[in-house]
């Protein structure tokens, strides 16, 4: 029964998320949550997120992997650096009159997907080996790139501690990391890879416990403000379409200008387009308002919908548009 449970959570995280945002703000409206303290909810919600999440995911497989360097590169930089421009303007237009909600965005940018990349990949039929490099060279880049483009990018907004930000980055990353490389060797040396392959399906389950943890927490502490001010939700989602909606036409005139057939050209768009959900999310729970977590608790719901939309309504017209690999 447990298992079923956390399979289905995975299946309809946006559901859950949405139950789980509606239902604390019913709670922060009906309970003053004003002076609660959510940081060590935050802190073990963060390690429920990412440790499941590093335990499942494969970085041995990067040295037998596929080298193909242009990809690689050209999905780094749309996700790095021409997301976080995305971002930046956007924070300052959307969103100038709401510094908390701009620096969201702003961490929106400068954290991309990582191991999620890996699974999308799968769905969309693209080439899971180049999105298992990628996602391991996003995750190593994390800690160094991401403080810096969040201090750039939202030093304006308000002061933003960089080395206390790539401090916990480096924490949230390499410490789950390494604890889920060793975790995953333990139980293969003991049960067999076939078992561990059974129960891997149920870590995504785990890591999204953490996710609605948060999201719970985070939007009943501002709910308040939320049901005085429900412009707020229109605001965000507005501010977070024209994120996607830029990033996946710069990523199309990428593809198609580097000449990517549809199974490499589909892993740039996500790439470039999707963001992190728990790790955003674990730096603004731990560092930054309760505003600032409602605005990155509001994603994942808009992000799904927009990456199935991806995958299953442009899939088709990108798979003609790019080409597709010869096989045999």
């Not at 004003?34 to 060590?40: A, E, G, H, L, M």
């Not at 059974?198 to 709910?223: C, M």
């Not at 996500?270 to 309760?290: D, E, N, P, R, V």
């Amino acid at each position: 029964m447990t298992r079923k449970v956390l399979i289905s959570i995975k299946k309809y995280l946006y559901l859950f998320v949405a139950a789980d945002f509606i239902t604390a703000l019913f709670v922060g409206s009906s309970v003053n949550m004003k002076s609660f303290n959510i940081r060590p909810i935050s802190t073990l919600a963060v390690f429920i997120m990412l440790y499941p999440m590093m335990t499942g995911m494969a970085v041995e497989r990067v040295k037998t992997a596929s080298k193909n360097y242009k990809l690689i590169l050209c999905t780094l930089f749309l996700a790095f650096i021409v997301a976080s421009a995305t971002a930046f303007v956007i924070s300052r237009t959307l969103l100038s009159h709401e510094p908390e909600l701009a620096l969201a965005m702003v961490l929106v940018g400068a954290i991309p997907c990582s191991n999620m990349l890996i699974g999308w990949s799968g769905i969309a039929d693209a080439s899971v080996e180049d999105a298992v490099v990628i996602a391991v060279f996003g995750l190593m880049l994390l800690p160094i790139l991401s403080p810096i483009l969040v201090r750039v990018n939202g030093g304006g907004i308000i002061p933003i501690p960089t080395l206390r930000l790539a401090i916990n980055l480096g924490i949230f990353i390499v410490l789950p990391l390494v604890l889920g490389y060793f975790t995953r060797r333990k139980i293969i040396a003991m049960k067999g890879k076939a078992y561990f392959m059974g129960i891997k399906e149920v870590f995504p389950s785990i890591s999204a416990t953490g996710i609605l943890l948060i999201v719970f927490f985070s939007v009943a502490k501002v709910a308040p403000i939320l049901v005085h001010k429900p412009f707020l939700f229109l605001v965000v989602a507005g501010a977070l379409f024209s994120y996607y909606i830029i990033q996946l036409v710069i990523a199309i005139i990428a593809v198609k200008i580097l000449r990517f057939p549809y199974e490499q050209g589909i892993i740039l768009i996500l790439g470039a387009t999707a963001s992190s959900q728990a790790i955003s999310l674990a730096i603004a729970a731990t560092m930054f308002s309760s505003l600032t977590v409602f605005a990155l608790s509001f994603k994942p719901m808009l992000q799904v919908f927009f990456i199935l939309g991806i995958i299953y309504g442009l899939g088709p017209i990108l798979r003609r548009f790019f080409g597709v690999c010869e096989k045999g």
